[in-house]
């Protein structure tokens, strides 16, 4: 055993032989599953417990896993996970390292959890970040998700972040990196039905380079797509899909729609006349996975020939890809982060302390200094005064983890000034 996983003695099927082909193991793995197993690799875990492949589900992390929080329901089980500034911090340190090494991070975090609890489904490996939107106008409700309004920036701050979730690993991956959401999804009204507009020119200078320098430079073979169109067709549906990301850029990987998106081709849209023929075309389009649960209409779709076995199969083979990278199905003692656990959570420990408490100093953007008033020289202070309403809070976002501890900007100023300088709070 290796931190509670079982070791896979000596190959029963090709697919366990690490010694073949990858794309020979997955032809093999593909003859073995039944339609319904194909099907529900659409859906929910990459994997197949009828052949001993544990599955992987996704998670939220833009900023840290979101394993906790604000947005995670009390129904599933939550822990604790080291907490970074929000994206457009971490564009504000302009340092590719050392988002890299968040990144890092957070993918050995996610990696911990997946280990260290191999008989739930608690812990996921693919990691739904970055976000490599651009940021065109502070009003749209997802700005602080990304790393600014400019292209070469974000795919740079992208790039670093998917390398640090992957690692360094020549044959497997730590976790795997999500893009989202692709593409031109900066708009916050009605972009469930919206159609975002402009010419291939802008598409390949402008909007489409964060999630091409990501998949290109930083080896990413995922990514979720818009809800809003693009020239009027929607983004889960568009023939970019296939036309440009796979066959020009090389993403061989899965592509999921976003939670809700295929029935809003229906009901928003208003794209395909219904589920059925939404399936059939995002799937055409190049969509392995959906956020939602359509596994009735997926079967429909599938019994009345709106997609081919060849459609499903290449479908589950890109999602398989990933399990393949992430090393689900060679044996533990063969994939050296497997080995990752043991009873020191890392989010307590030093390093990620440090590390989180580096990023939030480099992400502080000081604008003006008149007179060189900062910083203060704290020998010649009697008195400070904090004043705001979120001078004692650390804020959660709606993709914020549960910190294992937080330093309010009052905590903060308190401790360093010591018990020599009266601080003095006001709401």
Request: proline share 6%; net charge negative.
């Amino acid at each position: 055993m290796i931190f509670g996983l079982p070791l896979v003695q000596q190959a029963t099927y090709p697919f366990q032989d690490s010694s073949l082909p990858a794309e020979q193991r997955l032809d093999n793995l593909l003859s073995l599953m039944t339609v319904d197993e194909k099907l529900s690799c659409f859906f929910g875990l990459i994997g197949d417990a009828r052949f001993g492949i544990r599955g992987t589900g996704s998670v939220e992390g833009i900023h840290g896993l979101s394993m906790g929080g604000p947005r995670v329901s009390n129904r599933f089980p939550t822990t604790a996970t080291t907490t970074f500034p929000q994206g457009i911090g971490l564009g504000a340190t302009w340092d590719p390292d050392l988002i890299r090494q968040a990144a890092h991070a957070e993918g050995f975090e996610a990696r911990y959890i997946y280990n260290t609890n191999p008989n739930s489904r608690f812990g996921s490996l693919v990691v739904m970040s970055p976000n490599a939107d651009l940021g065109r106008d502070p009003r749209w409700g997802r700005t602080e998700e990304c790393y600014g309004e400019d292209p070469f920036l974000n795919g740079t701050m992208v790039t670093a972040f998917v390398k640090g979730l992957q690692g360094d690993d020549p044959n497997y991956w730590l976790s795997a990196s999500l893009l989202k959401h692709f593409l031109a999804n900066s708009n916050e009204d009605d972009r469930t039905k919206s159609s975002s507009d402009f010419d291939e020119r802008l598409w390949r200078e402008y909007y489409s380079v964060p999630f091409r320098m990501g998949i290109m430079e930083g080896g990413a073979r995922a990514f979720m797509a818009a809800y809003n169109s693009w020239n009027g067709i929607p983004c889960g549906a568009n023939p970019m899909l296939r036309d440009v990301t796979m066959n020009e850029w090389g993403n061989d990987g899965l592509i999921c729609t976003d939670g809700g998106a295929l029935k809003q081709m229906v009901t928003d849209h208003k794209y395909f006349p219904d589920m059925q023929h939404a399936i059939a075309g995002t799937v055409k389009a190049g969509i392995t996975r959906y956020l939602e649960n359509a596994r009735t209409d997926l079967t429909t779709t599938y019994k009345a020939g709106l997609i081919t076995d060849q459609q499903v199969d290449s479908a589950v083979r890109r999602n398989f890809r990933l399990a393949l990278k992430l090393g689900l199905l060679d044996p533990p003692e063969q994939v050296p982060y497997a080995k990752i656990g043991g009873a020191e959570k890392p989010w307590l420990t030093e390093a990620h302390k440090a590390l989180a408490r580096k990023v939030t100093q480099e992400s502080i953007v000081l604008l003006k200094n008149s007179h060189n008033a900062l910083p203060l020289d704290k020998a010649k202070l009697n008195s400070v005064a904090m004043i705001g309403p979120h001078a004692n809070e650390v804020l959660l976002d709606w993709y914020s983890g549960k910190p294992p501890y937080a330093v309010s900007p009052l905590d903060g100023i308190q401790a360093k000034l010591g018990s020599n300088v009266k601080v003095e709070f006001a709401a």
